[in-house]
């Protein structure tokens, strides 16, 4: 759901560990959801979406699972690397095709 | 994907100025551009939602006079801050979409107003 100048939850992983990440969205009607990844001082890139009709949608060592009943979402990157040290970001389409971005949480994956 | 281009990608101004940033789709037409500001280590604040032809929605509590928003073609929008101030610096990103997919982003351009 829409986060307003929360600071960022973190998450610390291993390099080569699984991580998952976790976002909860406000609006039951919303249709799309988009997992972005931000690296520092750039925008916002897309990873992955799925649609409402869906709970599962698997990409190349991403994941991504919707849970409609809890309004949940998560992102599972498999096999961590250092390059995927980043903030993640879940964003929900609403029927009235606003797109609205979660808190967004920074993983950081040691070496 | 499609590309969106943003610039500039920086900016440094003086206080009371007025500072320009254009957003360009440039292998799509976009219907709905986005404007959002971030600060740093935090979320994506999501200012104002455009649509070309007609005038821009704003969230609340942004100020619509300082924050102008022009989305006059289906491939660029721009966003004005007007008479910036030291706490108009941020991040800012704009993200444009064709119809009801998924939406691009923009590079973003970090304000600096001293």
């Known amino acids: ?111 | 994907g499609a590309v969106v281009s943003q610039h500039p990608s920086w900016v440094i101004c003086k206080s009371g100025t007025s500072v320009k940033i254009e957003c360009r789709s440039l292998d799509f037409q976009a219907t709905t551009m986005f404007w959002y500001r971030q600060f740093p280590k935090q979320s994506l604040m999501l200012m104002a939602t455009s649509n070309e032809g007609s005038k821009a929605t704003y969230e609340q509590g942004v100020e619509k006079d300082k924050f102008l928003i022009n989305h006059a073609s289906l491939t660029l929008s721009t966003l004005t801050v007007t008479s910036a101030h030291p706490e108009d610096s941020s991040f800012y990103i704009c993200s444009a979409r064709a119809g009801a997919k998924r939406a691009f982003f923009g590079q973003g351009t970090r304000l600096t107003v001293v």
């Open chain 1, 1 to 111: 759901g829409e986060s307003v100048g929360l600071h960022l939850p973190t998450l610390s992983v291993q390099e080569g560990d699984n991580s998952i990440i976790n976002c909860a969205y406000s609006n039951s009607a919303s249709d799309y959801f988009i997992w972005y990844k931000q690296e520092s001082g750039k925008g916002p890139q897309f990873i992955i979406d799925i649609r409402s009709n869906m709970d599962k949608r698997q990409g190349q060592r991403v994941t991504v699972l919707l849970n409609k009943t809890v309004k949940h979402l998560s992102l599972q990157i498999a096999a961590t690397q250092p390059g995927d040290s980043a903030v993640y970001f879940c964003a929900e389409n609403r029927d009235n095709n606003d797109m609205r971005f979660g808190a967004g949480t920074r993983l950081t994956v040691k070496p």
